[in-house]
């Protein structure tokens, strides 16, 4: 099946630092990816969609200054987190989209990134 | 404004009876909903979504779910449970507003399927 990865599955920083979170398609190209947050409490937000060589399309309320989205390849989209601080800290997850010879898509998603801010 | 709510928290369901995960929304607009499970130590996975057209959508591992406008629901069922399919279930509801879109999900609900 489709698998979707995510690098670093953990990452520790300090406030006012930037840190880059990588999403990669391992067996098919995806033309769009998601980027999602995953809150405490288990509530999804999903922030931005991301297209393979175009701007990201960020949902209502999402700083795109501070998530700044880049899908430069058709397996690779990152979300860099800018200046990034103790609220920022969170589970942060993506996915992809492939596209199925009958028409529609799948959606698949990577294992996420834990991401906490000292 | 946009809400999405899942009002039970844990759903408890023998093994080979129906199972019906509630969700319920509250946009301006039409609504796009969409159904998501998380098995445990895996992640995320996509079941189904409704855009439009017939009201009774049918997904991935036989699961269906029906929207229905009057009510605003977009319930979750599955006529026989299965032990596997005990998991984190979650609801999204996407729709337009004067900034763009928007998509929330609800807070899940866990699944119980005892043998």
């Known amino acids: 099946g489709a698998v979707v990865s995510q690098h670093p599955s953990w990452v520790i920083c300090k406030s006012g630092t930037s840190v880059k979170i990588e999403c990669r398609s391992l067996?098919?190209?995806?033309?769009?990816m998601f980027w999602y947050r995953q809150f405490p409490k288990q509530s999804l937000m999903l922030m931005a969609t991301?297209?393979?060589?175009?701007?990201?399309?960020?949902e209502q309320g999402v700083e795109k200054d501070k998530f700044l989205i880049n899908h430069a390849s058709l397996t690779l989209s990152t979300l860099t987190v800018t200046s990034a601080h103790p609220e920022d800290s969170s589970f942060y997850i993506c996915?992809?989209?492939?596209?199925?010879?009958?028409?529609?898509?799948?959606?698949?998603f990577g294992p996420g990134t834990r991401l906490t801010v000292t | 404004a946009q809400s999405v709510a899942q009002p039970e928290d844990q759903v408890n369901v023998a093994e080979g009876n129906p199972l019906t995960v509630k969700c319920t929304y509250s946009?301006?607009?039409?609504?796009?909903l969409f159904w998501y499970v998380q098995y445990p130590n895996r992640g995320l996975q996509f079941l189904l979504k409704y855009i439009t057209g017939d009201n009774l959508v049918k997904g991935s591992y036989g699961f269906e779910a029906e929207f229905n406008k009057s009510q605003t629901s977009f319930h979750l069922k599955k006529p026989s449970a299965l032990v596997s399919d005990s998991a984190l279930y979650f609801c999204?509801?996407?729709?337009?507003?004067?900034?763009?879109?928007?998509?929330?999900f609800g807070a899940g609900t866990r699944l119980f399927v005892k043998a």
């Open positions: 999204a509801v996407r729709s337009q507003g004067g900034g763009g879109f928007k998509t929330i």
């Open positions: 991301s297209n393979e060589g175009s701007k990201a399309t960020y």
């Open positions: 067996d098919f190209q995806a033309t769009t």
């Open positions: 996915s992809a989209r492939r596209g199925l010879a009958g028409g529609g898509y799948e959606q698949y």
């Open positions: 946009v301006s607009g039409n609504p796009y």
